[in-house]
């Protein structure tokens, strides 16, 4: 199994990874863990080593260490250090259905056909999102809340972006290695999720304020 | 594209026993053939020259390719750093001493203490390899420190002694004395592992994967699956060696020790093996 994990810095990634190393993996039955990207070097064995309790032992196998440290069920086998570079995260596009029921479905076609790919990651629970955002709030507090030009419920309450017909919308989010990556994956998802029920497919841009890089779905789908 | 500098021996220069330190691919590198030829080997008063000992073809560079009979030549590829030297033939002692980077080839056997106080690089022996492999240099407290050796035939006697960091892969057995005094590093044998093999070890861990019969100072802490190996076995067969059909799927037996001295080595041996 591979696992792509993407943080809004290369410190705060490093912690993560750690910790989320130490927590999830670690404690897992048979598992061991390795660097699968080449890139900035960051902790992964080499402080999780510490848990060995000085039984651990380290082995240089073509120029990488790993170390090994003693567990119940044997040893757990972890790369010293992983690979950091930089990615693409937030690559979105909303699914409009005339239900809730029916825009989940697209979703789910979405979903399945995106994680096929290579270098891309659906970051949230289930790859699908229902509370998507805007940028700011009435609150000063809030950096983001409720995309309530897409809410249902708040159709004659705010100026809307839902069509008539429209009853529910899911987002489904992408983070990948690269643009190029996550364009690809847009297209598969924008296609597989269209079909019966769908009333339109559109994405969250923010007003173009939000990140560096534009993704029109027009252009990516012809 | 020019052709690899290769020098022949001399019929007339078989048998011939020389200190062959220096005759590396990064000393030659920038000379004319000519220079090459003229250049003095071994050491002493009355040095014969190259060209006196070898017919010299191709152009100086990052390759070095040696042929013949060198069972005489002492310390080819000594301290070499970077290139490839390959011996096409029997090596003499010491072959690769102190080397610390490059890639020395033997296609053939090699002599007593090849790879003495090794620190970096890739020592490949094709044939087998004689006493003391991957020594300590006289004198010094440590064997091998950093770089792999790997041998497709057997070893002799005392291989790996205090042995500090790296790999070793043996092909087929291991002499008696294998590793004493080891410090840390790898030692894997894909034949039968000699007897005596770890005594007064630290730590660091031997593979027998045709079995061995660990001395007493070794305590059997059972058996069980080491994920670890499969990433060497990886290399092993990238490298072109075939690992017995059951080093993957065993599970294996693992004694540690050396008790006498701090305990924290072990040797690995697959089940049924023993």
């Not at chain 1, 199994?1 to 990634?13: H, N, P, R, T």
């Not at chain 1, 290695?177 to 009333?199: I, M, Q």
């Amino acid at each position: 199994m591979s696992v792509l994990l993407f943080a809004v810095s290369g410190k705060e990634l490093a912690r993560q990874v750690e910790r989320r190393v130490g927590q999830c993996v670690l404690t897992a039955p048979t598992s061991a863990v390795f660097s699968g990207i080449e890139g900035e070097p960051i902790s992964l064995g080499k402080n999780l080593r510490f848990f060995g309790d000085g039984y651990q032992n380290s082995k240089v196998i073509g120029g990488r260490r790993y170390w090994r440290i003693p567990v119940m069920d044997g040893e757990f086998l972890v790369e010293d250090r992983a690979g950091v570079r930089k990615g693409v995260a937030g690559g979105n596009f909303l699914i409009l259905g005339e239900t809730a029921g029916a825009a989940l479905i697209a979703a789910e076609r979405a979903v399945e056909a995106i994680q096929a790919l290579p270098g891309v990651i659906l970051p949230f629970p289930g790859g699908i999102v229902r509370s998507g955002s805007k940028v700011g709030s009435k609150y000063k507090k809030m950096i983001a809340s409720t995309n309530s030009a897409y809410c249902p419920t708040l159709r004659r309450s705010v100026t809307t972006a839902l069509p008539e017909e429209a009853g529910g919308v899911y987002e489904i989010v992408i983070d990948g290695l690269g643009l190029a990556e996550v364009e690809r994956a847009t297209a598969v998802g924008v296609r597989a999720a269209c079909g019966p029920g769908v009333v339109r497919i559109s994405a969250g841009n923010y007003g173009g304020k939000l990140g560096k890089h534009l993704i029109r779905l027009r252009p990516l789908l012809q | 594209m020019s052709a690899p500098l290769r020098l022949k021996l001399r019929p007339k220069a078989d048998g011939i026993a020389i200190d062959a330190e220096g005759l590396l691919p990064e000393r030659l590198a920038g000379l004319s053939r000519g220079e090459v030829e003229r250049l003095p080997i071994g050491t002493g008063g009355g040095r014969p020259l190259l060209g006196d000992l070898f017919a010299v073809s191709g152009d100086p560079g990052e390759s070095l390719d040696l042929e013949g009979d060198l069972s005489g030549f002492a310390r080819l590829g000594a301290g070499m750093t970077r290139g490839r030297l390959t011996l096409v033939g029997p090596a003499g002692p010491c072959a690769g001493s102190g080397m610390c980077g490059g890639e020395l080839c033997i296609e053939g056997p090699a002599s007593d203490r090849a790879g003495e106080g090794m620190r970096g690089g890739l020592l490949r022996i094709r044939g087998d390899a004689g006493d003391q492999l991957a020594s300590p240099l006289p004198g010094h407290p440590h064997g091998m420190n950093r770089g792999a050796i790997i041998v497709e035939g057997s070893v002799g006697t005392m291989s790996a002694t205090r042995m500090r960091r790296g790999t070793i892969v043996i092909g087929r057995d291991a002499a008696p004395g294998a590793a004493c005094g080891m410090l840390s590093g790898t030692l894997i044998v894909l034949g039968r592992l000699g007897e005596g093999a770890g005594a007064l070890m630290r730590r660091g861990t031997l593979v027998a994967l045709g079995g061995a019969r660990p001395l007493p100072v070794f305590l059997d802490a059972g058996a069980c699956r080491h994920p670890f190996l499969e990433l060497y076995y990886r290399q092993i067969e990238a490298a072109g060696l075939a690992l017995p059909p059951t080093a993957r799927a065993a599970r294996y037996r693992r004694h540690v020790g050396d008790i006498s001295d701090l305990g924290q080595g072990e040797i690995l041996i697959p089940e049924g093996a023993e």
